[in-house]
C-alpha cells in the first residue's frame, strides 16, 4: 500500500522561501515518476512540478525558476523547494506519486503554505 507522507510548509512573508517534503513508503521507489501538486481556496488542484525516475525535471510557468524539485531513491524522499514565493502561491500542497506506465495515481495528506506579509 503506497503512503505518501508530507512534512515543511507553513506562513512566509513574500520574497522568502520554504520547503516541502514527502516520505514514500510501500512503493519501489525508483518505478515511480514524483510530482507536486497545488490547491488554493476555490480554485481546482493544478499541477506544479514533476521529476521522472530518469531524474529529468518539468515545472510549471508560473513557479519556473523558482521552484527546484528534487528526489532521494535511496531514502524514498520527495523535496520541492520554494523561492521567492508571491502571494499567488498560497496552497494546500500535494505529493503525488504515480507508477511508471500507468495512470494510478496516489496522493500524500497536504501541506499548507501561506505566503503574506
Known amino acids: 500500500q503506497v503512503q505518501l507522507v508530507q512534512s515543511g510548509g507553513g506562513l512566509v512573508q513574500p520574497g522568502g522561501s520554504l520547503g516541502l517534503s514527502c516520505a514514500a513508503s510501500?512503493?519501489?521507489?525508483?518505478?515511480?515518476?514524483m510530482a507536486w501538486y497545488r490547491q488554493a481556496p476555490d480554485n481546482e488542484r493544478e499541477w506544479v512540478a514533476t521529476?521522472?525516475?530518469?531524474?529529468?525535471?518539468n515545472y510549471a510557468d508560473s513557479v519556473k525558476g523558482r521552484f527546484t524539485i528534487s528526489r532521494d531513491t535511496g531514502k524514498n524522499m520527495l523535496y520541492l523547494q520554494m523561492n521567492d514565493l508571491k502571494p499567488d502561491d498560497t496552497a494546500t500542497y500535494y505529493c503525488?506519486?504515480?507508477?511508471?506506465?500507468?495512470?494510478?495515481?496516489?496522493w500524500g495528506q497536504g501541506t499548507q503554505v501561506t505566503v503574506s506579509s
Open positions: 503525488n506519486a504515480r507508477k511508471m506506465g500507468t495512470t494510478v495515481d496516489s
Open positions: 521529476i521522472f525516475r530518469n531524474g529529468g525535471t
Open positions: 510501500g512503493i519501489t521507489f525508483g518505478f515511480y515518476h
